[in-house]
């Protein structure tokens, strides 16, 4: 697969309207601190662009601005975030569509597995 085909699915994927069965909600998946010094819902979440999560990258937000941990996650920001996942995923991040679109664990695709 090329690089180009690689950004064709994910264009495809950012459009889809898809339920989503969004972990962090819960904290099913636990926040992660990035090495950027801001805190995301999941560590799959964690990447170099923060692509689809520049609403929870505001200064204020960052773990130097904040007395606990508790002033980020229980942030309006946070709120609104996920209130997207829950009430309007269509507008949810690309890796939450591509991370988040079933309720099936991971650990358990092993269906999926190529066998040889
Ligand atoms: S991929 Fe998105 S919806 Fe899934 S746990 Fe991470 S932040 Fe939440």
Do not use: Q
């Amino acid at each position: 697969m090329t690089d180009n085909n690689w950004i064709d699915r994910d264009n495809e994927i950012a459009k889809l309207e898809v339920k989503l069965y969004p972990r962090c909600v819960k904290f099913e998946k636990e926040p992660t601190l990035s090495a950027t010094g801001y805190i995301v819902p999941c560590c799959w979440a964690d990447s170099s662009t923060f692509e689809g999560l520049e609403s929870l990258m505001k200064p204020h937000l960052h773990i130097d601005n904040v007395d606990s941990v508790e002033d980020i996650i229980l942030s309006e920001e946070w709120d609104e975030f996920f209130d997207v996942l829950t009430n309007k995923p269509k507008e949810a991040p690309l890796i939450c569509k591509k991370y988040c679109c079933t309720d099936k664990s991971f650990k358990n695709r092993g269906d999926y597995e190529i066998k040889r």
